[in-house]
């Protein structure tokens, strides 16, 4: 595949410039960032089993991961403090290197059904406080520290990137099979994956039955 190079011509490089293409934006848009966790924001985040965490290295590269478990596993410390449990995966720990390098990050909180999204800001800190790891564990399992994050802005997201999506509705549901299994794709990219695919339904096996024993 040849390389992709834009015009120049046709680069948007100054804020100037990018808010020249669009209409002003409306009162309600920027008075809605509050900075502290109201109500309705609290509420939202004790309904979510999901987010999304964007982070940025010293280099200034980004990052962003997702983060799951049972509803209500983020923990309200305060109206300005959210405690996220950091739980068992592949320790490349991007996210947590990233945040020692530069703490701001940004969370986007997600409910399945709900349209709208709750995204907050902060400063972020990795902590091993037990009293903070207490509340937050899974089938007994601790998690083996919490990223804390001071809040600094709060606004709940409009609805347009989801219906656009369809990201709930079950007709546009996609089916998984129309792409290799999750090892075959990491194989195929790296060491290479097994010809046979009886080996291959092996290691898928062998995958599933990981996911069992070391989710927390």
Known sequence: ???????????????QTLRGLFPP?????????????????????????????????AQGTADVSPR??????????????LAIPDRPGNNRLDTLAN???NPNVGLLFIIPGFDDTLRVNGQASLVTDPAILAGMAVNDRLPRLAIVVKVREVFLHCAKAFRRSHLWSPEHFQDRSAMPSLSKI???QTTG?????EDMLEIDK????AYQTSMY
């Open 68 to 81: 799951g478990d049972p509803v209500g596993f983020v923990k309200i410390l305060d109206q300005n403090t």
């Open 1 to 15: 595949m040849t390389e992709f190079a834009y015009n120049p011509e046709f680069l948007v490089s100054d804020e």
């Open 99 to 101: 945040i020692l390098a």
């Open 25 to 57: 934006t409306h009162a309600l848009a920027a008075l809605k960032c509050l900075d502290t966790l109201d109500e309705h924001a609290q509420h939202f985040i004790r309904r979510s089993p999901f987010l999304c965490i964007g982070t940025q290295g």
């Open 186 to 188: 990491i194989l195929d």
């Open 193 to 197: 994956a097994p010809e046979s695919d």
């Open 206 to 209: 062998g995958l599933e039955a």
